[in-house]
């Protein structure tokens, strides 16, 4: 059995490995745990399983799961040896002898489960509901460690602790529950607390009151804090069906508390800290690039800041931390900033996984500062890079050089395509369709206009890159500076025929045709996709009312498209973040409630949220008919509801 002063010395050696490991050096972190004397303790199976589990994470590789499974079940057996051999000796915490066996066990069934669940079939996430039902002891554990919710404790965007700006109904039930003077505790509870018979109302262990004691106790408080709010915000995100299933067996989630558990895990010392820092600016990375609204913009963003900025003072070369400090950057607007971000990462030695994430991530913030040729570059790297999705990003790089005329290029990209597309055997992802479409579309459009059907790129007026469903779903143009924008707006409005709407940035059109002469855009999928994104920008730029007749006009183009189906369920959903964000803009206008023609702040909020549902009901139905990027839209539409969810709790509706 190990010693207290052993365990102290593991979980030592095991921060370190980890360190080594989401620094970049995954040979490395096996190489602590196999020459510093860990054996084949629990500490050391457990972190060569999640070596394994990262790079599955990263490349979904089937070798890899098994190789994961294998380290992480001889890890769970022992770790589980560990807990009933520890009981009987003294403890050097606060707490029962033991419960520190029973976080890393814990910890183990989460990986367990998390590595089932990589499948992504039914039976992947059925044997991840058996492993997680196996640590029942959780659920009581956070509500030991923290009787009266999590008020009082630190994260990273408010190291001083204050007041909750929503709390939870379940995080009241806690409070109602703890005592408030002393009382005998039963035996279930002296058991697993390790409190004694009678208890007073001391400070609760672990806040700046009376904080956690050695490097045991902050790992046993940052435990069960990163184990509950990964359980309640992975439950929150499986898809309906499969949540369906977990509620059955009486598995119910708070998705506000588990973030703010991942959050007060995130901000201490251990080695949750750095994973439960991972998951949250990934999370809320993703949440803010997709979901277009946010209830809360600023303290997300905030948040996400003060997580990054404590691994990459620890590790200033962690690629992982580079590509969330980069995505911030561009989603605060300082695009300029993450491109440089980005290229520093570029230069770091890292998993190849995590490289391609930062060349793609690159590419995209180059296309968004009209950076056009210096993208199809980096895009022409990832395709490179990834071996089962060149045809996509050879695709993206041509529509960049279209993008800037240089139609020899992109041509000579478009050709390549047919070739790139056979070599990958197996069933069509949803893009390669999409791309044999558009390629086609170009085709006739070109036949129609009576050109060399060798030179069909010429023919191609709106970029594939600009009016893709991929670069929609990237979202690019929502964050968009204003000078960004409005040459968007320029090119788009100097196409023929003429947009026959006026806004604040776009007055009649320049672009008048002449007699004998062929339009630019001569189908509805054209003319739905430039008045889908011209809609976009014109919100960006806070012109709502030009951007709802512009969305709207896309719906009316929408009803006879041949190719662009995806445009209908994209453009309610644009038009769900319009009511929203035009719901924001007007109640910030009116101020502490007072009354403007007749309407109070919250009738406003009323109208705007029924609103974005009934649009959001729209996007819903058209993605369950559409194959093309069904499962992106689909994911932001759970985003956004989400948020429109959030607001209407801060605003008790």
Known sequence: MAHALDTEEMLRLTTRALDLAFANDVEAALNVFATEGLGDSPFTLMGRGVCALLKVVLSMDPELVEYGLEYLTLAEQRARKQMKLAKSSAPSHRFQPGIEWGILHNDIIIFLGLVHALSQSYKGYLQCLYEINRQALLTLWFKMLYPTGLDGYATPSQPTPAASRQPSETRLQYAEATPAIPVRTSRLFVRWSGLGALTTPTPVLGTITNPANGPVEEFILSGVAFGYGLFNLALSLLPAKIRYVFVLFGYNYDRELGLKALAVSAARTDVHAMFAGLLLTTYYGSLLLASGYHADEQHIT??????????????????????????????????????????????????????????????????????????????????????????????????????????????????????????????????????????????????????????????????????????????????????????????????????????EHM?????????????????????????????????????????????????????????????????????????????????????????????????????????????????QALCARETDMLLRLDTRIVMLREEINVKMRQLRM
Not at 544 to 559: E, T
Not at 568 to 595: C, I, Q, Y
Not at 601 to 610: G, N
Request: glycine letters at 8%.
């Open 507 to 619: 007055g009649s059109s320049s672009s008048m045709r002449q007699p004998g002469t062929v339009l630019d855009l001569d189908t509805s999928d054209e003319l739905a996709v430039r008045s889908l994104i011209l809609g976009i920008l014109h919100r960006t730029l806070g012109d709502y009312a030009g951007a709802r007749k512009l969305l709207r006009d896309a719906l009316k183009h929408y009803q006879d498209v041949d190719v662009n189906s995806w445009v209908g369920g994209m453009t309610h959903f644009e038009l769900a973040v319009l009511d929203m964000k035009e719901g924001e803009w007007r109640s910030v206008v009116m101020g502490g409630g007072n009354p403007v023609e007749g309407e109070t702040v919250l009738e406003v909020w009323k109208r705007a949220i029924k609103s974005a549902r009934d649009s959001l009901a729209h996007a």
């Open 302 to 503: 905030d948040q996400c800041k003060g997580i990054v900025r404590r691994p990459l003072h620890r590790h200033p070369k962690l690629s992982l931390c580079m590509l969330n400090k980069a995505r911030i950057q561009r989603i605060s607007g300082d695009s300029e900033g993450a491109i440089v971000t980005l290229q520093e990462g570029r230069q770091q030695r890292s998993l190849p996984q995590v490289d391609e994430l930062l060349v793609i991530e690159l590419a995209w913030t180059l296309f968004q500062c009209r950076r056009y040729e210096e993208s199809a570059q980096v895009f022409m790297d990832v395709s490179k890079m990834n071996s089962w999705n060149r045809a996509t990003y050879h695709f993206l790089a041509a529509g960049c050089y279209v993008s800037v005329r240089q139609l020899d290029e992109a041509q000579r990209l478009f050709d390549k395509l047919p070739a790139v597309l056979d070599k990958r055997r197996g069933r069509d992802m949803p893009t390669e369709v999409l791309i044999k479409k558009k390629l086609e579309f170009y085709k006739k459009k070109h036949g129609r206009r009576g050109g060399d059907p060798k030179r069909f790129a010429e023919s191609v007026k709106i970029s594939p890159v600009e009016g893709g469903a991929d670069m929609l779903s990237k979202n690019t143009y929502a964050h968009a500076d204003k000078e960004t924008a409005l040459a968007h707006i320029a090119e788009l409005t100097a196409l023929t025929p003429p947009v026959d709407i006026q806004t």
